[in-house]
């Protein structure tokens, strides 16, 4: 069913709308259809939306801001903002994710050291030892749910170690990050609204009461090397400690979930590249590339103009919301070629994606997700030499998109 909130074009304007049947399953007939008609697009509902490749690498290079205070023409579905201030934003705007320099560059410096290339690479084994595990009780069982025996508990266990907290019991914790994300999605209704604040509070509350614990037994981990950093006399305050903690978790697992889910669902469904990998496992590190190009686990960034933005002849005020399709911009054929649409897990520059952003607000995980998925991905295809797809069931979000579910027969 079309969403209500979403305006019908009138008099033969185009309008982008993520709530058209069939968007759920398979956005990239509407993202080509963006691309095609508005590349600058302005919607109805007061926010703009840019979808071509060349477009979407130049503003996230961009020295435009992630910080809300900036907004002068305020989209609808963010009306409560203006009364509720930073209490209607995750993390209460603290985290890395909402911070402009020089705010960000002192929280990112803080956080970066732990997500070195030496320190990623030091986890290999440990991820390893979970991926096989999780393929053992798949390979025993014949049937399952891809999701929740792989894709999930693999980051979720990942980043709970890597911080140096106890993994907790998970059902809770999923379906209040899962909630969380969904501030992320555009056009969230005042009733949901309210639920991703409520699930913002109780993570917070959860996080709080971990950092506490964890300033009584420190250890070799991030959450402890958080606690007692500091540059130049910076250190983060109880709460910004709290707000880049609750980043990090639910960053660092949601997204992946997407990645290694997905990656393995366009395996599945593309079985002649599922047999290149097998037969040349070298292939692995670009293949994860491409999946991210031909599938993104986020599709959507945002930024707001600080000064005139020009897209395309399209003349873009500064104070607005512009939001950066990144997975429209990963198979934009005037950048990738008439193969945009296909998956070839060679393709020679599949690591230009746009995937994990660029400029100051890259991806601080991303080293972190490419190992865990070349690692999952990589093992499951020699594991199982002939998986079977049973169903695929999303999750139903229009932008941290992917599997909810995903059933394979590894028998």
């Given at each position: 069913?079309?969403?209500?909130?979403?305006?019908?074009a009138?008099?033969?304007?185009?309008?982008?709308?993520?709530f058209?049947?069939?968007f759920?399953?398979d956005?990239?007939?509407h993202?080509?259809?963006?691309?095609?008609n508005?590349?600058?697009?302005?919607?109805?509902?007061?926010?703009?939306?840019?979808?071509?490749?060349?477009d979407?690498?130049?503003?996230q290079?961009?020295g435009?801001s992630?910080?809300?205070?900036?907004?002068?023409?305020l989209p609808?579905?963010?009306?409560?903002?203006?009364?509720?201030?930073?209490?209607?934003?995750?993390?209460?705007?603290?985290?890395?994710?909402d911070?402009?320099?020089?705010?960000?560059?002192?929280?990112?410096?803080?956080?970066?050291?732990a997500?070195t290339?030496?320190?990623?690479?030091?986890?290999e084994?440990?991820i390893e030892r979970?991926?096989?595990?999780?393929?053992?009780?798949?390979a025993?069982?014949g049937?399952?749910?891809?999701?929740?025996?792989?894709?999930?508990?693999?980051?979720?266990?990942?980043?709970s170690e890597?911080l140096g907290?106890?993994?907790m019991?998970h059902?809770?914790?999923?379906?209040l990050?899962?909630?969380?994300?969904?501030?992320l999605?555009?056009?969230?209704?005042?009733?949901?609204?309210?639920?991703?604040?409520?699930?913002?509070?109780?993570?917070?509350?959860?996080?709080?009461?971990?950092?506490?614990?964890?300033?009584?037994?420190?250890?070799d981990?991030?959450?402890?090397?958080?606690?007692?950093?500091?540059h130049?006399?910076?250190?983060?305050s109880?709460?910004?400690?709290?707000a880049?903690?609750?980043?990090l978790?639910v960053?660092?697992?949601?997204?992946t979930?997407?990645?290694?889910a997905?990656?393995?669902?366009?395996?599945?469904?593309h079985?002649?590249?599922?047999?290149?990998?097998?037969?040349?496992p070298a292939?692995?590190?670009?293949?994860v590339?491409?999946?991210?190009r031909y599938?993104?686990?986020?599709?959507l960034m945002?930024?707001?103009?600080?000064?005139?933005?020009s897209?395309?002849g399209?003349?873009?005020?500064?104070?607005?919301?512009v939001t950066?399709c990144?997975a429209a911009?990963?198979?934009?054929?005037?950048?990738?070629?008439?193969?945009a649409?296909?998956?070839?897990?060679?393709?020679?520059d599949a690591h230009?994606?746009v995937?994990?952003?660029?400029?100051?607000?890259?991806?601080?995980?991303?080293?972190l997700?490419?190992?865990e998925?070349?690692?999952a991905?990589?093992r499951?295809?020699?594991?199982?030499?002939?998986?079977?797809?049973?169903d695929?069931r999303?999750?139903?979000?229009?932008n941290v998109?992917?599997?909810a579910?995903?059933?394979?027969?590894?028998?």
């Open positions: 069913m079309t969403d209500t909130r979403t305006p019908r009138t008099s033969g304007q185009y309008v982008f709308n993520p058209a049947d069939g759920a399953e956005p990239y007939p993202y080509a259809q963006l691309r095609e508005a590349p600058a697009h302005r919607h109805p509902l007061g926010f703009w939306i840019i979808s071509r490749y060349e979407v690498a130049r503003i290079r961009s435009h992630v910080d809300e205070r900036h907004i002068t023409e609808e579905w963010k009306s409560e903002s203006r009364t509720l201030g930073k209490q209607n934003r995750l993390m209460h705007g603290l985290s890395m994710l911070q402009d320099p020089p705010n960000h560059t002192r929280l990112r410096r803080l956080v970066t050291k997500f290339r030496r320190a990623v690479d030091a986890l084994g440990r979970i991926v096989d595990d999780a393929l053992d009780r798949m025993e069982a049937r399952v749910d891809l999701v929740a025996e792989l894709a999930f508990p693999l980051p979720f266990t990942v980043i890597l907290i106890p993994v019991e059902g809770r914790l999923r379906e990050t899962g909630t969380m994300v969904r501030a999605e555009p056009l969230p209704d005042p009733g949901l609204q309210a639920e991703i604040r409520a699930a913002n509070d109780e993570v917070a509350a959860i996080m709080r009461m971990v950092t506490d614990w964890k300033r009584d037994n420190p250890g981990d991030l959450l402890t090397a958080l606690i007692g950093a500091e130049d006399g910076d250190v983060l109880a709460e910004e400690l709290v880049q903690v609750m980043l978790y960053a660092g697992h949601e997204t979930v997407n990645l290694v997905g990656g393995i669902l366009t395996l599945l469904r079985p002649d590249q599922m047999r290149r990998l097998r037969d040349e292939l692995a590190g670009n293949a590339e491409e999946l991210l599938d993104s686990p986020v599709h945002r930024r707001i103009t600080l000064e005139p933005l897209v395309r399209t003349e873009i005020p500064p104070g607005v919301f950066v990144l911009a990963n198979r934009d054929p005037d950048f990738w070629g008439p193969d649409d296909e998956v070839h897990l060679d393709r020679a230009r994606h995937s994990f952003g660029a400029g100051i607000h890259h991806c601080v995980g991303a080293a997700a490419r190992l998925a070349r690692v991905i990589s499951f295809v020699g594991r199982f030499p002939a998986p079977v797809l049973e695929v999303w999750n139903g979000r229009i998109r992917g599997p579910s995903l059933t394979v027969a590894v028998r």
